[in-house]
């Protein structure tokens, strides 16, 4: 029971120290800010470490933080694998072809209104797919190796892609187009100068939307058929055998990469549309 | 006035344009005659539905006459366009946010293929004529309402067309920039020599700017008065309470109101 008193202790010094953080003249500067959701982050790992002792849970129904961590040590080199395998080869590889793939469709449909009619809903009805039954299919295609997996990161990224830089294709002003026509500018010179910078925030958000999306499938992708490594695969035979504590080191490695993987979009993104009113400072 | 045997330099005859709407078809411009020539500042005045905007865009290629002809340098105005015969100054500044003012300014010379240096020059020249010197490395947000206006007309001087045409380019700008940026678009144009198609719908600033002065009036949208201004080309801004911009505003004024009875 002593480790319950003592997380709540900490809980409750925790808050105390962020209240008194947020209201003093250190929370102004940049160091201050990142401190505050740091002790935040601490204080969730300690109250779970603490709960779970002093409560007794089980490991099956929740291993402690400690465990995980130690296990995550441990397995370090097999993490590792399952890492290159499911994201590296299989998430990020997809996630590029799709979204390549959904800009080259976007490009065709906007140089044609019978591919506009013809394909948009075509995208719409592969994104109606669900994926536990695109993804067995797709294994059956393309092997059990990678291959298969960025195939169906390709299929769930296309169409949220397509729809966005269709719209973001769109969202240059009438006026700033006449400007163009004014100084006769040719299709590509308008594209490239005007509608795709214009394009940019729609396009970001629809590769943010797309990250989560292509580690979702790339997991999931593996629970119908993989070797016998890739972070899905892991995940499903490690609850069969409850190996809990590796199935939550998965977890937090999924979270960690997704996590990256989205800041760098976000990062991207500040960069290139600097002038859109959601990003000045 | 001048020089009336050499051909106009923008010439309508019987112009008419229909727009098809969901209403059915707006006769936008009907059996509309003019002839501008080589450097006239010419404005076009008149109440909103009236077919200004659309005779200058019909003028610009970006509308397409149902009826009649009108020329431009003697060609079509969609050849005219191609050839980049004019600048254009929309209402708003309609300036590229992601880029900078001289970046905005070199954008119509980097689409018509001139040397990087020769960007630069004209770059710095017409920020320069603008009084925008040293702002050439600020984003347009970064500026004011004004600031962009005159950074969209080095824009539009850039590539030095010799027609400048402008649709209501201060309208939304107050009236003490307003006057500032009437005084300098005069000096500018007499420095140039441009020949400029200006429409507003203040009658203060149609009189104070123009060599000539076009009333229209709406439904359908066509010319009621044309007036050549006799006032001087050099023009102080308190040539306003002289006796002849008085008269002349005056009889604008009267235009407009019989433009008005017809409904």
């Given at each position: 029971?002593?480790?319950?008193?003592?997380?709540?202790?900490?809980?409750?010094?925790?808050?105390?120290?962020?209240?008194?953080?947020?209201?003093?003249?250190?929370?102004?500067?940049?160091?201050?800010?990142?401190?505050?959701?740091?002790?935040?982050g601490a204080t969730v790992l300690v109250l779970w470490e603490g709960l779970v002792r002093g409560l007794g849970v089980a490991p099956v129904i929740l291993p402690a933080p400690s465990v995980i961590a130690a296990k995550i040590a441990v397995e370090l080199p097999v993490l590792w694998q399952d890492f290159t395998q499911t994201i590296l080869k299989g998430a990020i590889p997809g996630f590029l072809m799709g979204a390549g793939a959904a800009f080259l469709t976007a490009i065709a449909i906007d140089r044609s209104p019978f591919l506009q009619r013809g394909l948009l809903p075509v995208g719409n009805f592969v994104a109606a797919l669900p994926i536990v039954?695109?993804?067995?299919?797709?294994?059956?295609?393309?092997?059990?190796?990678?291959?298969?997996?960025?195939?169906?990161?390709?299929?769930?990224?296309?169409?949220?892609?397509l729809v966005n830089i269709v719209a973001g294709l769109q969202a240059s002003e009438r006026m700033q187009r006449d400007l163009m026509a004014t100084w006769g500018a040719s299709y590509w010179q308008a594209l490239w100068k005007l509608r795709l910078p214009a394009a940019m925030p729609f396009i970001f958000n629809g590769l943010k939307i797309a990250s989560t999306l292509a580690l979702i499938g790339a997991i999931v992708a593996e629970f119908f058929g993989s070797p016998i490594y890739g972070m899905g695969f892991r995940i499903s035979t490690e609850v069969g055998r409850l190996g809990l504590d590796m199935v939550w080191a998965t977890i937090a490695v999924a979270a960690l990469a997704g996590s990256v993987f989205y800041g760098l979009i976000t990062l991207i993104e500040r960069w290139v549309t600097f002038w859109h009113p959601s990003q000045r400072h | 006035m001048k020089d009336a045997t050499s051909q106009p330099v923008i010439e309508a005859k019987g112009l008419n344009l229909v727009f098809q709407t969901a209403d059915g078809p707006v006769q936008a411009l009907k059996d509309v005659n003019l002839a501008i020539n080589q450097g006239d500042f010419v404005s076009f005045i008149g109440p909103s539905g009236c077919g200004k905007t659309t005779f200058l865009r019909a003028i610009a290629a970006l509308e397409h006459p149902t009826g009649g002809t009108l020329t431009v340098n003697g060609m079509t105005p969609d050849e005219a366009r191609r050839k980049r015969a004019y600048g254009y100054v929309f209402q708003a500044a309609g300036l590229y946010p992601w880029r900078t003012i001289a970046g905005n300014v070199r954008l119509p010379l980097e689409i018509m293929g001139f040397s990087r240096a020769e960007q630069d020059e004209r770059t710095e020249a017409v920020l320069d004529l603008v009084e925008l010197k040293g702002f050439g490395k600020k984003f347009p947000w970064q500026l004011s309402g004004?600031?962009?206006?005159?950074?969209?007309?080095?824009?539009?001087?850039?590539?030095?067309?010799?027609?400048?045409?402008?649709?209501?380019?201060?309208?939304?700008?107050?009236?003490?920039?307003?006057?500032?940026?009437?005084?300098?678009?005069?000096?500018?144009?007499?420095?140039?020599?441009?020949?400029i198609g200006f429409v507003t719908h203040s009658i203060p600033e149609a009189v104070y700017l123009s060599t000539r002065i076009v009333v229209m009036s709406p439904r359908p949208g066509r010319i009621t008065d044309v007036i050549d201004s006799p006032l001087p080309k050099e023009r102080p801004l308190d040539i306003r309470d002289s006796r002849e911009f008085i008269e002349i505003a005056h009889r604008v004024r009267e235009g407009l109101r019989a433009g008005h009875h017809d409904d």
């Amino acid at each position: 029971m002593t480790a319950l008193w003592l997380a709540l202790g900490f809980w409750l010094a925790a808050w105390a120290l962020n209240v008194w953080l947020a209201g003093s003249r250190l929370s102004q500067t940049g160091p201050g800010r990142a401190l505050v959701p740091l002790i935040f982050g601490a204080t969730v790992l300690v109250l779970w470490e603490g709960l779970v002792r002093g409560l007794g849970v089980a490991p099956v129904i929740l291993p402690a933080p400690s465990v995980i961590a130690a296990k995550i040590a441990v397995e370090l080199p097999v993490l590792w694998q399952d890492f290159t395998q499911t994201i590296l080869k299989g998430a990020i590889p997809g996630f590029l072809m799709g979204a390549g793939a959904a800009f080259l469709t976007a490009i065709a449909i906007d140089r044609s209104p019978f591919l506009q009619r013809g394909l948009l809903p075509v995208g719409n009805f592969v994104a109606a797919l669900p994926i536990v039954g695109l993804a067995p299919i797709l294994v059956m295609w393309f092997g059990f190796d990678w291959q298969s997996k960025a195939a169906v990161v390709v299929v769930m990224v296309f169409f949220p892609m397509l729809v966005n830089i269709v719209a973001g294709l769109q969202a240059s002003e009438r006026m700033q187009r006449d400007l163009m026509a004014t100084w006769g500018a040719s299709y590509w010179q308008a594209l490239w100068k005007l509608r795709l910078p214009a394009a940019m925030p729609f396009i970001f958000n629809g590769l943010k939307i797309a990250s989560t999306l292509a580690l979702i499938g790339a997991i999931v992708a593996e629970f119908f058929g993989s070797p016998i490594y890739g972070m899905g695969f892991r995940i499903s035979t490690e609850v069969g055998r409850l190996g809990l504590d590796m199935v939550w080191a998965t977890i937090a490695v999924a979270a960690l990469a997704g996590s990256v993987f989205y800041g760098l979009i976000t990062l991207i993104e500040r960069w290139v549309t600097f002038w859109h009113p959601s990003q000045r400072h | 006035m001048k020089d009336a045997t050499s051909q106009p330099v923008i010439e309508a005859k019987g112009l008419n344009l229909v727009f098809q709407t969901a209403d059915g078809p707006v006769q936008a411009l009907k059996d509309v005659n003019l002839a501008i020539n080589q450097g006239d500042f010419v404005s076009f005045i008149g109440p909103s539905g009236c077919g200004k905007t659309t005779f200058l865009r019909a003028i610009a290629a970006l509308e397409h006459p149902t009826g009649g002809t009108l020329t431009v340098n003697g060609m079509t105005p969609d050849e005219a366009r191609r050839k980049r015969a004019y600048g254009y100054v929309f209402q708003a500044a309609g300036l590229y946010p992601w880029r900078t003012i001289a970046g905005n300014v070199r954008l119509p010379l980097e689409i018509m293929g001139f040397s990087r240096a020769e960007q630069d020059e004209r770059t710095e020249a017409v920020l320069d004529l603008v009084e925008l010197k040293g702002f050439g490395k600020k984003f347009p947000w970064q500026l004011s309402g004004g600031m962009q206006q005159r950074a969209s007309i080095a824009r539009a001087l850039a590539f030095d067309a010799d027609i400048l045409l402008m649709d209501e380019p201060f309208g939304a700008l107050d009236e003490i920039v307003r006057d500032r940026l009437n005084e300098e678009l005069l000096k500018l144009w007499a420095r140039t020599g441009k020949t400029i198609g200006f429409v507003t719908h203040s009658i203060p600033e149609a009189v104070y700017l123009s060599t000539r002065i076009v009333v229209m009036s709406p439904r359908p949208g066509r010319i009621t008065d044309v007036i050549d201004s006799p006032l001087p080309k050099e023009r102080p801004l308190d040539i306003r309470d002289s006796r002849e911009f008085i008269e002349i505003a005056h009889r604008v004024r009267e235009g407009l109101r019989a433009g008005h009875h017809d409904d």
